[in-house]
């Protein structure tokens, strides 16, 4: 026997190596400060006990096995122990009596007892590790409570322990002796560590180094807890019994193939992949560790948790997994001897986080008219997140869930256990059909998840178009201000009367229902007399941002068919050649020509309305996956119903101000936009320049406070540096949408701006502005979620969060966000595939249809009838057989027809569609939804959504590109940056650098001709070969980071030459992330934006301690350019100083004084 002598203060005690289970479980438990490892359980003795004959079997019992009289010692500088086996074999003793107790106290008594080693610190070195306890509930019942660390025992070792103990007490009482060969734990140990050295176990150790499971260790469950740091293993649990009936129907079904254990499992991998989404799990389950005859009976930790690795695919039936995870099973049993964690992981810190085991219980055992049974135990020898245990006694079955306390809730883990219920129902129910189909929801869970969180109905008038809103809002408010840009204004009544005119113009000009108008204007009063005007037409406008690149503005053009483009004179010689009719709204000569006569303007009246709700109000044009941007069609009914939601949630008082700071090309404005100008409101229309420069928009905030500002958080944040932020925000609503918000960013707010009220607004455009809002409280700031939730749905909104086969996913499960209610959009503009793809039948529907659109027509009807109103034509724009009857009665496993009436009902009012976001989310337990990410490619930056897709289709366009791909990287936190990854076709070996940066430049000046600043990559890396995956798919994640030199501007770089073109440079550098900065080197084009620039002027403004406006900065974008304005600047604050200075000098002096000086420099003679 290999063991060493310790030398100890009190003489020499032999010590013995360790087993490799007692190691691990040595390492794992010294990261806990808490006893968490134990296995200990309570017998109940029913009958005459004589208690001295139990005490003298129990001495007999602990002399016989050492490892009872076991502990644990290290010698000095040694991490792991010996283990020592004590001489004596007195026993840690305690009579309690209870029997003058109720039996309410007597169970709560036990309880306590029960658990108090739980929550002591444990001495491994004391000489004995075992307790017992005799505990006396009446004269003929009595329990023994026995516990020892994990390190000494296992689930099987208790059993035999209970067996040892009856026959030791009947031996006694009898007067006889038991001539058992004992095999001692200190024996086993070695034979166990020679198993994972010796030569002859090489096959054994093999069979494990090949099992790679490291990889699927870092498994995320749903609902666990946001833990920073690794925390004390607090283990808990919950029992359910599986319903009598249920458990016949189980023992009938693994009677022809499996057992009790491989189905508990089977059902177990299903949920935790229904839960997941992960594919290939490993789940750590429990083997008793006693393949061989001799070790049956043996005392001592034997048991461990060894991989059981599935890959799931949806289309397999419960009985196909069954048969591989049956076959697993017996695999790994045959090695399961050889298994240790240092093949894969670290032995001292890893562990399976999802773990199973299967127990059965032991017999009961008679002596001397003493009956032994053991009725509650407890075993923990390992560290898990989540555990299912299955416990078999005689004819019953109960399942318990073990998890760690720090990650979960009681509540949650009760949650698991009823899907887990559900779906042993529904593989009973329906063995045959694909796991991907069987139900895990309650029906509790899916009332809650399809009524109760979707109970949005709210009947609002919709007999009108939105102009009309605004038009009845003129009638009650004709004299209050409506719009402010800089110096001008504009009151209800004079927007109107502008509007109507301009209406009259372009109904002479064709436009009417259906019809499309071009709004190319940069952001004025213009621009929203120019959407009025064309809604009041009947016809539905379609923003332009002025900077677009003419290409993309010539396919927009193109694509819309537009009957007219509204413009200001500025910008005409902008315009690409189109059919479209030119009409700039800063030219009197222009409305004089489409009057009635020569010299008079067109009429101010209101218009007769010729657009009915139905009709299309705007179409606004986002980044598309193909090349080119997609339009998104939204009617008036749509735009309506968005307004009253949102107006509900606001909670704002008529009259309200409103700041705008975003594009009119995207929708994000549209929140202030409609509910300033059909409340009453005062919308202030900030200008570009002015809303990216934080000095400039604080002073004018400062001038003019509002009560209500939507902006997105990235661009808060960069405005935030002003030197008064508060005054940037608003006093009484900030909406924040566009992008996720941040617990910091929120923090910092309401430390800013307590009594202002902050709601968080989620919607994609295809859904018409928004559908999710969530209110922040000043207890919102905890560990809720990582992100700011997104909310609950608006008015007349559904939300399901879906799983890749349409199934609702639980409460705290990842899914896909699928929209349905009255704000869905009509769809794409001459897009009818994309518009099938995306706005798909509601599987939740009996019987749904789409309803009817134009959208399979190549371009919208261009010269309806203006009498008339125009109708929608019928749709076949989502593809054939999507109407009635198209989907069938049983949707991916869930029976429609079965739900209850209540169900079906409300569900029959909701809109017939659902939009596809490709948006990640959960359900939160208290109704409210976490974003979580992107399915696919898409993203968003500063508030816009791009397709990486739509870049990528570019950058191939160029004739030197074979392979590209676009990534967004977040090197520096809250800065996220675009990053372009090109091969090209020519490229051979290595290139040299100066080769490189003509093809990054060129690169760049051909992306920059055709797409928005937004989606222009702020770096290229060229690569010889894309990193590809295991599958050929390209390995986004190892794609390299970019140069912090930038190979494309090293010929140009020239080093700073004076001390304010150094300050300059540091500070550019050290924003935008990169070594060096040349003075002739363009600040966007090193990889700068927008809000980037926002944060550097601030900088700037400091350093230099002179104002100039952001403006400055796009119009001097290198070092060079901005020393020379900061210099002329500093230049002009002296002057001013120096006049300052004579003037006050001036007020000092009397009027004779002045006359004196005057007639001395012959002034006046």
């Known amino acids: ?38 296995a200990k359980y309570y017998l109940l003795l029913e009958g005459v006990l004589n208690v001295e004959m139990l005490e003298s079997s129990l001495q007999q019992i602990v002399t016989q096995h050492e490892i009872l009289r076991t502990h644990f010692r290290c010698l000095p500088g040694m991490t792991i122990p010996l283990q020592v086996i004590s001489d004596s074999n007195s026993i840690n003793w305690q009579s309690i009596d209870l029997s003058s107790s109720n039996i309410q106290e007597q169970k709560n008594q036990l309880e306590a007892l029960f658990n108090k080693i739980s929550d002591e610190d444990c001495n491994f070195e004391r000489d004995s590790l075992l307790h017992l306890s005799l505990i006396t509930l009446s004269e003929q019942k009595h329990i023994l409570l026995i516990n020892l660390p994990a390190l000494c025992a296992d689930a099987a070792t208790l059993q035999h322990l209970a067996r ?86 189980i023992t009938a079904f693994v009677s022809k193939n499996g057992t009790v254990s491989s189905f508990l499992l089977t059902c177990w991998t299903i949920l935790l992949w229904r839960l997941t989404k992960q594919p290939d799990l490993v789940i750590g389950t429990a083997f008793d560790g006693r393949k061989y005859e001799e070790l049956e009976s043996a005392l001592g930790l034997f048991a461990k948790y060894l991989p059981i690795q599935s890959n799931l695919e949806a289309k397999l039936s419960f009985g196909e997994l069954l048969q591989n995870v049956h076959q697993a099973q017996q695999e790994v049993y045959q090695w399961q001897e050889y298994f240790s964690w240092d093949f894969n992981a670290s032995a001292d810190s890893s562990f399976f986080p999802v773990c199973f085991e299967f127990n059965q219980a032991a017999d009961k055992y008679s002596a001397n008219s003493v009956t032994f049974s053991i009725e509650r135990q407890y075993i923990c020898i390992d560290r898990f997140k989540i555990k299912l245990a299955g416990v078999e006694r005689d004819d019953s079955l109960s399942i318990e869930f073990h ?78 201000i409506a719009l402010v840009y800089e110096d001008e204004h504009l009151t209800y009544q004079q927007l109107n009367q502008r509007a109507n005119q301009l209406a009259h113009s372009l109904r002479k000009l064709g436009v009417a229902p259906e019809v499309l108008v071009g709004l190319y204007l940069e952001r004025s009063l ?39 483009l509204l413009t200001q004179q500025q910008l005409v010689t902008n315009l690409p050649d189109s059919t479209a009719t030119v009409f700039c709204l800063d030219s009197e000569s222009e409305m004089q020509q489409e009057s009635d006569c020569a010299t008079a303007q067109p009429s101010d009246r209101n218009l007769e309305s010729v657009a009915t709700v139905e009709n299309l109000a705007y179409v606004i044009y986002t980044s598309g ?142 859904t018409t502005v928004g559908v999710l809002t969530y209110q922040m409280d000043s207890g ?44 869905l959009a009509r769809g794409y503009l001459n897009q009818p595939e994309l518009t099938a793809e995306k706005f798909i039948p509601n599987p939740f529907l009996k019987n749904s249809k789409v309803r009817s659109s134009p959208l399979n027509e190549p371009a919208f009807p ?26 069938p009665d049983a949707v991916n496993g869930f029976d429609i027809k079965s739900q209850e009436s209540e169900e079906n009902s409300k569900l029959k009012t909701q809109n017939s569609k659902l939009y596809k976001t490709g948006d990640l989310a959960r359900y939160l337990p208290d109704g409210n939804i976490e974003f979580l990410g992107r399915i696919d490619h898409q993203v968003k930056i500063r508030g816009f959504r791009i397709e990486l897709g739509e870049i990528e289709a570019v950058l191939k366009q160029h004739p030197g590109v074979e392979q590209a791909v676009v990534v967004v990287r977040e090197d520096v936190s809250g800065d996220k940056r ?107 084009e090193l990889g700068g934006h927008s809000l980037l620039a926002t944060q550097v002027i601030s900088r700037l403004r400091d350093a230099f301690n002179v104002e100039f406006p952001l403006r400055q900065f796009f119009d001097s974008p290198t070092v060079a350019d901005l020393a020379v304005a900061i210099a002329q600047k500093l230049a002009e604050q002296t002057d001013e100083e120096m006049m300052a200075q004579m003037l006050a000098e001036l007020d000092e002096i009397s009027e004779e004084e002045v006359r004196e000086v005057l007639a001395k420099e012959g002034v006046g003679k």
């Open 403 to 480: 998890y760690d306390a720090n990650l979960f809730t009681e509540t949650d883990i009760q949650r698991l256990a009823g899907h887990f219920l559900t779906l042993v129902d529904s593989i009973l129910e329906t063995p045959n059909v694909a796991i991907s189909e069987l139900e895990i929801l309650s029906k509790v869970e899916r009332q809650q998840l399809l009524i109760e969180f979707n109970n949005t109905k709210i009947d609002f008038p919709q007999l009108q178009g939105i102009h009309q809103r605004f038009e009845q809002q003129v009638e009650k408010t004709p004299d209050a």
């Open 526 to 564: 213009e621009m929203v007399v120019g959407l009025l005007g064309v809604l009041k037409a009947g016809g539905a406008y379609v923003p332009l941002e002025p900077t677009l690149p003419p290409e993309r503005l010539a396919f927009i053009l193109q694509d819309t068919q537009a009957k007219v």
């Open 625 to 766: 996956s193909t090349g080119t941007p997609k339009g998104v069609a939204i009617e008036h009914r749509q735009i309506l119903n968005y307004l009253n939601g949102i107006l509900e949630r606001l909670d704002l008082p008529d009259g309200a101000s409103f700041a705008m700071v975003s594009t009119f090309a995207a929708d994000l404005g549209n929140t202030v936009l409609f509910s300033s100008l059909c409340t009453g409101g005062c919308l202030h229309i900030i200008s570009q320049d002015r809303a990216a420069d934080a000095e400039a928009l604080s002073q004018y905030f400062q001038q003019h406070p509002v009560d209500c500002l939507k902006i997105v958080p990235s661009h808060l944040s960069a405005l935030l540096s002003s030197s008064q932020p508060e005054i940037i925000l608003p006093r009484q609503r900030l909406i924040l949408g566009g992008e996720a918000s941040n617990w910091g960013l929120i923090e910092k707010i309401q430390n800013l701006a307590p009594s202002c009220r902050i709601l968080n607004h989620y919607g994609p455009t295809e």
């Open 164 to 249: 040892e103990i009856s026959r030791t007490y009947a031996a006694c009482c009898l007067g006889t002796e038991l001539d058992d060969e004992i095999m001692q734990y200190a024996d086993i140990s070695e034979w166990q560590n020679e198993l994972l050295e010796g030569e002859d176990t090489e096959a054994g150790r093999n069979y494990w180094q090949k099992q790679d499971f490291s990889a699927l260790l870092n498994i995320a469950l749903p609902l666990e807890k946001l833990v920073s740091e690794p925390a004390n293993f607090q283990p808990q649990f919950i029992t359910q019994a599986i319903n009598p009936d249920r458990v016949a129907e």
């Open 978 to 1084: 675009l990053v372009a990854y090109s091969v090209f076709s020519q490229q051979r070996g290595s290139r040299e650098e100066s080769t490189q940066s003509n093809l990054m430049g060129d690169l760049r000046s051909f992306v920059k001709a055709k797409l928005p600043e937004y989606m222009i990559p702020s770096a290229f890396v060229i690569l010889k070969t894309l990193p590809l995956t295991a599958n050929g798919k390209v390995d986004r994640k190892k794609l390299p980071a970019p140069e912090q030199i930038r190979p494309e501007l090293a010929g140009t770089f020239v080093a700073p030459r004076t001390n304010v073109e150094e300050v300059i440079a540091g500070i550019w550098a050290e924003a935008i992330g990169i070594e060096q900065v040349g003075i002739y080197d363009n600040f966007f």
């Open 862 to 887: 261009l010269n309806p009838t203006p009498s008339e109103p125009a109708a929608p034509a019928p749709l076949s724009a989502c593809g054939e057989g999507l109407g009635v009857g198209c989907f």
């Open 1 to 38: 026997m290999d063991n060493k002598v310790l030398e100890m203060q009190n003489g020499i005690i032999q010590g013995f190596q360790i087993s490799p289970q007692q190691k691990r479980l040595w390492g794992l438990q010294k990261l806990n400060s808490l006893q968490a490892y134990q």
């Open 780 to 823: 919102n700031i905890a560990n809720v979620s990582k992100t700011v939730p997104l909310g609950r749905p608006l008015a007349n909104t559904q939300i399901y969060i879906l799983d890749s086969h349409l199934q609702l996913v639980p409460i705290g499960v990842s899914g896909e966000i699928y929209i349905g209610g009255d704000s």
